[in-house]
């Protein structure tokens, strides 16, 4: 567009025409601040465009609004000149339509400023991390969980705010999402200004700018309370155990003792009032059968409360030994030979040779896998069957004991408490179970950092697995 000194128009291309939306006769020698949102007279428009234009050595540019056909606004950048023509002054200006740029910038910061409030107000951390790890965006709950002023989290290393035990695993995260995995979640821990740790839970994720991963995304929640109440729950299934305890231990022992009184109660009613100088062979044979019976259920009550004893004193103390496992396998096997004839039971061993020593004594050992043992030979029909027992080393870190039955099995809704004290399946009674077999077996591995998992099948067998640290690596975490 070109006007002279009197704001007429003098000349328009063709793109003018069609963003006025006039024909051509209407546009020419019409003033210019016709088109003009804001409507101003021609004194004004000579002092603020046509002389300050003239007075300057290079271009002017001016954003105004203009006026086109239906009364539409529409924004232009004006890019104007002033230019002399036969001694005639004149300007020159070139319009570019920026109405839909402007949209757009406009609805991006709307989008800027409602993801800035909702990040702000978050009560999960937000971080913003490139790709050298450092933190280029950090919201107000990072910042309170960190202990600092955002502006001061902001420009550090991710690594900084780890506890030292989560760094390698914080970095084998930063690694995952900068090869553009799409969500890496992990439990970290992190360590504020104060020295406090915090449990935290992070979700990372990648920024890409085409196909390239230029930022990550964390986001992290303060998890200490959720531990907090999963301890008070922990804690709470402690008490409910011991109350099982505590009332199972009170029926295995009431149960022989009651017996103890009624037999011996017996013996009382049955001569306190017979008056003789020597017992006949009935009466004889009569005390004799009572006092076996009172003997056995005695000798009950000691043995379960010597392995309640027994299973106390593990858990408060566990002696840094270890053994062969191969020899207490083969040992255990030897002592329990008797059984396994009468019952007509084959043991298949399967030893791996040169199996590492393990981190827990042999009398330890030896008494869970006669416990382990025990239950399978229990478990096992009356016409025989067959017990396999594997050890193998697993990747130099623990020793695998495999003890495999054929046996009845358990039942699906009852495997989940077999490690429970006093929980059978058999009925009570003197030669029955006092349910504290795999109880024990379960008190001795854990306490020497072993592991013991179970599976079965009804009617098909059941596997007990047992998994011992090998003992160089028990005294390397000990220290450590």
Sequence with gaps: MISDSRARIIFVNKATVRGLGYPLKDILYRPVTDFFQEKIGFSKWKKTYFDEIRKKKKPAVYIINRLVKGGKVRTIEITAAHMVYRSEDYILTVGRDITQQLAFQTRLKASED????????AAEGILMVNMNGMIMYANKAAAQMFKMPVSKVIGTHFSAYMERSSLPKAQACFSLVKGGAPSVCNDLDIRSKDGKIIPSEFIASPIFIGKKVTQAHVLFRNMSQRKEMEKLVRESEKMKALQHFVAGMAREIQHPLKGLAVRSQGLINKYQNCYFEYIGY???SDIMKTLR?????VKYCYET??????LSRRKA???GRHCDVDAVIRETVNLLKHSLESSDIDVALKISSHLPRVAIGAFDLGQALNNVLSNAIQSLPSGGGKIRIK????KARSVRIDCQDDGIGIPPEVLGRVFEPFFTTKSHGLAKSSGLGLSVVYSII???QGEVMIKSDV???TLVTILLPVYGSFKQSKRK
């Design 293 to 297: 019976t009172i003997n056995d259920q």
């Design 446 to 448: 854990t306490s020497h």
């Design 459 to 461: 009617h098909k067998g």
């Design 114 to 121: 409602r993801y800035r409030v909702l990040s702000e107000q």
């Design 282 to 284: 009935k009466e004889f």
């Design 391 to 394: 050890a193998t080393c697993q």
């Design 305 to 310: 409360t010597e392995k309640i004893v027994s």
């Design 317 to 319: 103390k566990v002696e």
